[in-house]
């Protein structure tokens, strides 16, 4: 499936709930769902023996931040890979991060929930759904974007087409925003900065494909 595009019929058929992607090449349909992620194997697999340790770098995970992880997070856990996930905690609003092995998992209320042992940008792992406003095939979509990134990330920022620049700040090393009236398509590029300075960049498109 990779290099699979996602086409406005499908776009028209998908009118009630959302389309979630992590980064844009493996497409798999579930109900009224669609994910995507480019490395799903890795993602998805134990951590690889040797790496750097993702989780260690994470300080959210190893102090008081934020609140226990909720009763659905530690049940969509155990659904991704059975375990303990000690520091599971909530870190923003229907967000949650935990460590698994040298790897994390980031689990979100409504959208994609995934563990990965590597970012995908970077300094920081990029993921997000469209959804429609209304359960209605005419109503607008909102794109929501969140993820996780290093201690040392302090902003995500989100480029339109329109020239529109969204400022989405990393707090304990999550990140989340929901940009009303928006589709994939009107996403033109996503920057990791740190302070003022731009640490990695790449077209939207990697992640989020183009619909029409």
Known sequence: MRGMKVTKSLKSFL??????????SLAIAVGWKMYADA????????????????????????????????????????????????????????LVLASRGDGVCLVTRRGLSQCRDRFNLGHAWIAGDMIRQTDSVDAPFDVHIYGVALDTVDVIHVAKGDGTLVRIPVRNNVFRATLPDTEFDDLNRIDVATGTDVVSSTPAERFFPKLR
Do not use: C, E, N
């Open 39 to 94: 490395t799903a194997t890795a993602a998805t697999s134990a951590p690889t023996p040797g790496k750097q340790s993702i989780a260690k770098s994470l300080r959210a995970l190893h102090g008081a931040a934020g609140l226990p992880a909720p009763t659905w997070a530690r049940q969509t856990l155990q659904d991704l890979h059975p375990g303990t996930y000690a520091d599971a905690r909530l870190l923003a609003p229907d």
């Open 15 to 24: 009118t009630g709930v959302a389309l979630a992607f992590a980064a844009g």
